[in-house]
């Protein structure tokens, strides 16, 4: 499995990661998380992204590798108020507290990346949210700081010394930060993290898709079917397993900046396809120019600006 530093972290991480995001919205069941994250482990995959938002996904990726923990980069979010934690979204309390949390659900004793989840640029701004977050550094909870989000907003908080990651929406119908973001990424040596690499599998159609992904893909199904490609047209031919995931995640992992591409997965066989894809490495240049160039001519003739998805 191809590493890769991750930005001025000096982190040294595999181009493919876990994403902790639907194994928990869809209650995966540990013996079968535990399954998909020592598997990864076990070829080569080091680092796992998760979230307190994502619900019992902390407890879940505790539960299956912490007996692990130095096999891998440990990322997880803050910054939404909870029930069960004092204080309002974005504030020094509910973080403070959700880094504490995060320490016990995932059995360790430091996180190596805490991401705040998707605010807005204001709060980014207003400051008491980052410099919780460098507090959390400073007690040796956390190693790094950095933010999850796109757009202006991601672009600003690149922009800060505090933050050292970024995670970001990159794939093959989402690719508004290629040209704004990873440029002043690695201008700025920020590792970047890909959210949604594989385009939440929008070659499915929406009814195809489970639980809270039929709403959560429905902007990505709508691009992909405007775009109106097939693996044909980029030099693909068929056989008996799809190959939009292998080139969906290949196409990620060929834009410069990106650092890791965290594929949500709750199939372990899903998980092994995924490894195969990475080690194909970058997509030929023609096939990437002509996702480009469908997505900008789609884009174009929506009428509308498809600005990347949180
Ligand atoms: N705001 C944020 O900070 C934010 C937002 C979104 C995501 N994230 C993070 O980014 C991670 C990845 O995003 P995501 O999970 O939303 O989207 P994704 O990784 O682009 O897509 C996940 C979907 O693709 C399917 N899939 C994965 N590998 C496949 C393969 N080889 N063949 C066919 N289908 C495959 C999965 O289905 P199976 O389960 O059946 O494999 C799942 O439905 C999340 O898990 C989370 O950690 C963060």
């Given at each position: 499995m191809?590493?890769r530093?991750l930005?001025?972290t000096?982190?040294e991480?595999s181009a493919?990661?876990?994403g902790?995001?639907?194994?928990?919205?869809l209650?995966?069941?540990?013996?079968?998380?535990?399954?998909?994250?020592n598997y990864l482990?076990d070829?080569g995959v080091n680092?796992v992204d998760?979230a307190?938002?994502y619900p019992g996904?902390e407890e879940a990726?505790g539960?299956a590798?912490?007996?692990?923990?130095?096999?891998?980069?440990?990322?997880?979010?803050?910054?939404?108020a909870?029930?069960?934690l004092?204080g309002?979204?974005?504030?020094?309390?509910?973080?403070e507290q959700t880094?504490d949390?995060?320490?016990?659900r995932?059995k360790?004793?430091h996180?190596?990346?805490?991401?705040l989840?998707?605010c807005d640029q204001?709060?980014l701004?207003k400051?008491?949210?980052?410099?919780?977050?460098?507090?959390?550094r400073?007690?040796g909870?956390?190693?790094h700081a950095g933010?999850s989000?796109d757009?202006e907003?991601?672009?600003?908080?690149?922009?800060?010394?505090?933050?050292?990651v970024?995670?970001?929406?990159?794939?093959i119908?989402?690719?508004?930060?290629?040209?704004?973001?990873l440029?002043?990424a690695?201008?700025?040596?920020?590792?970047?993290?890909?959210k949604?690499?594989?385009?939440?599998a929008?070659?499915?159609?929406v009814?195809?898709q489970?639980?809270?992904?039929?709403?959560?893909?429905?902007?990505?199904?709508e691009?992909?079917a405007a775009?109106?490609?097939?693996?044909?047209?980029?030099g693909?031919?068929?056989g008996?397993i799809?190959p939009?995931p292998m080139i969906a995640?290949?196409?990620?992992?060929s834009?410069?900046?990106?650092?890791?591409a965290?594929v949500g997965?709750?199939n372990?066989n899903n998980?092994a396809?995924?490894?195969e894809?990475?080690a194909q490495g970058p997509?030929?240049?023609?096939?990437?120019d002509?996702?480009r160039?469908?997505?900008a001519?789609a884009?174009?003739?929506?009428g509308t600006?498809?600005?990347?998805?949180?």
């Amino acid at each position: 499995m191809e590493k890769r530093r991750l930005g001025r972290t000096g982190l040294e991480v595999s181009a493919l990661g876990f994403g902790g995001g639907p194994v928990g919205f869809l209650g995966t069941e540990q013996d079968r998380v535990a399954e998909i994250l020592n598997y990864l482990l076990d070829n080569g995959v080091n680092f796992v992204d998760t979230a307190a938002g994502y619900p019992g996904s902390e407890e879940a990726i505790g539960n299956a590798v912490s007996h692990r923990r130095d096999e891998y980069v440990l990322v997880s979010k803050c910054g939404q108020a909870f029930d069960d934690l004092d204080g309002e979204a974005w504030s020094a309390t509910v973080i403070e507290q959700t880094v504490d949390r995060a320490l016990r659900r995932l059995k360790t004793d430091h996180l190596d990346v805490m991401l705040l989840h998707s605010c807005d640029q204001e709060v980014l701004e207003k400051g008491e949210a980052v410099e919780a977050l460098v507090k959390a550094r400073d007690a040796g909870k956390i190693r790094h700081a950095g933010y999850s989000g796109d757009n202006e907003a991601a672009l600003y908080a690149a922009g800060l010394d505090a933050i050292d990651v970024i995670e970001t929406s990159v794939n093959i119908c989402d690719q508004a930060n290629i040209d704004t973001l990873l440029p002043e990424a690695q201008r700025r040596d920020i590792g970047i993290i890909v959210k949604r690499p594989v385009a939440n599998a929008a070659w499915l159609g929406v009814g195809e898709q489970p639980g809270f992904y039929a709403n959560y893909t429905t902007t990505y199904a709508e691009r992909f079917a405007a775009m109106g490609l097939s693996p044909g047209d980029l030099g693909f031919t068929g056989g008996p397993i799809d190959p939009w995931p292998m080139i969906a995640l290949r196409f990620t992992l060929s834009q410069a900046g990106v650092t890791t591409a965290i594929v949500g997965t709750t199939n372990p066989n899903n998980a092994a396809r995924n490894i195969e894809a990475a080690a194909q490495g970058p997509l030929p240049g023609d096939a990437i120019d002509a996702i480009r160039a469908a997505f900008a001519s789609a884009e174009s003739v929506s009428g509308t600006q498809w600005a990347g998805q949180r």
